[in-house]
């Protein structure tokens, strides 16, 4: 009966199974700190700084995609490593597969040769042998070599199939381990890059946190000016419905400063500019100089469009922005600092009403006056 020996392979898989599973956990790890540290940039909501802070996004962002391409590598690393397991089991199940049946058909072959050979020895031991039976015993030494050669076809089929094998495992098993320490060594460089990512936004972090509370403290002290400047020029201009106080501005109609479509100043808008104008500065020598302050002229109108080739403007915008522009130089004349005054326009974007009656197209045709920080 033929032996045939297989050799024997240490079980690594488990092994790549942990490091995989080891490197999974640390990069989950370092998206959960990544997402935290984006997380807390969102406070800051001032100019200031935001360009280093948008570097420092970047750069994690750039370090969370190749943290990403590391754990799509793994996984595909991990996926072939699957694959190609599942080849060799396959491989080995079909090798063992083929070396039962190999076995039995040896087992029945020697069996046959053996009553071959007990038939050619009970025949050879007949005195009387004719030429029949010595044709049949030809014939039988015939069929005995036949398969003795089949049998070995037999083995030398298992012996390339089992080296066949043995060499697809070793080539398979030296791509995974040259693709681990590859992974192993981007893992590590990403480490270290994202540990250096972290320490400089931990300090761009403690110096914005001091910015913002320098920016903090500094519109708290703009709010209380604010009540003061908008009483001031209430003070001076009387009790009118078509100005007042809205929170932190001061609007005034513009249908008393310009007619229907004009972006220039009446006559009784001249006068209110003046009234405002004193109390602005009035208001100048009273807050604190080491305060940046800047007031704008935000020019509003409603929304009936404009027709074109009637007016010297095309649009509500430039409408709006001209309105804006004309009261900042009436209150220069009169004069308030041009560098504390900043025109705007916002056409008909930005309506109080909604609505499209009178009242309400009134409403939005409107000169805001805001004193904020630079």
């Known amino acids: 009966m033929l032996n045939i020996r297989y050799k024997e392979k240490t079980n690594v898989w488990p092994g790549f199974v942990d490091l995989f599973s080891n490197l999974v956990i640390i990069l989950i790890f370092l998206l959960i700190v990544f997402v935290f540290l984006w997380t807390t ?6 100019s200031s700084g935001l360009r280093t802070v948008s570097e420092l996004r970047k750069t994690n962002a750039e370090q969370t995609a190749l943290i990403q391409k590391m754990e799509n590598d793994e996984a595909e690393a991990k996926r072939l490593l699957l694959l190609a397991r599942e080849e060799i089991n396959s491989n080995e199940s079909s090798v063992a597969d083929l070396s039962n049946a190999y076995e039995i058909k040896l087992q029945d072959l020697e069996k046959q040769t053996a009553d071959l050979q007990a038939q050619v020895q009970e025949l050879q031991s007949q005195h009387n042998l004719n030429a029949q039976y010595s044709e049949q015993i030809n014939e039988l030494e015939r069929t005995v070599a036949r398969q003795k050669t089949e049998r070995e076809n037999l083995v030398a089929q298992i012996d390339d199939l089992q080296k066949k094998l043995d ?19 981007e893992l590590t460089r990403t480490r270290a890059e994202a540990a250096a990512s972290r320490a400089e936004y931990i300090t761009m972090s403690e110096r914005l946190n001091r910015a913002l509370a320098d920016k903090v403290a500094e519109l708290n002290e703009m709010t209380k000016y604010q009540s003061e400047f908008y009483r001031a020029i209430k003070d001076a201009i009387g009790n009118r419905t078509i100005m007042q106080p809205d929170g932190d501005r001061f609007i005034i109609s513009s249908d008393i400063l310009f007619s229907s479509g004009k972006y220039t100043l009446s006559a009784d808008g001249k006068k209110q500019l003046a009234a405002i104008a004193n109390a602005i ?7 604190d100089p080491n305060v940046k302050w800047i007031i704008r002229v935000d020019g509003h109108t409603d929304n009936k469009p404009v027709i074109s080739g009637t007016h ?14 004309a009261v900042v130089e009436e209150l220069a004349k009169n004069g308030v600092s041009r560098r504390r005054l900043v025109p705007s326009g916002f056409g008909d974007m930005h309506p109080i009403e909604l609505g499209s009656d009178a009242a309400s197209l009134q409403k939005n045709r409107r000169i805001e006056l805001q004193l904020t920080n630079k």
């Open 41 to 46: 940039t969102s406070v800051f909501n001032k």
């Open 167 to 185: 060499t697809q495992s070793e080539v398979q098993t030296s791509v995974a381990n040259a693709e681990i320490e590859k992974l192993q060594s």
């Open 281 to 287: 500065r009035d208001f100048e020598t009273k807050i």
């Open 312 to 325: 010297a403007y095309r649009n509500n915008l430039q409408l709006s922005m001209l309105r804006a522009s």
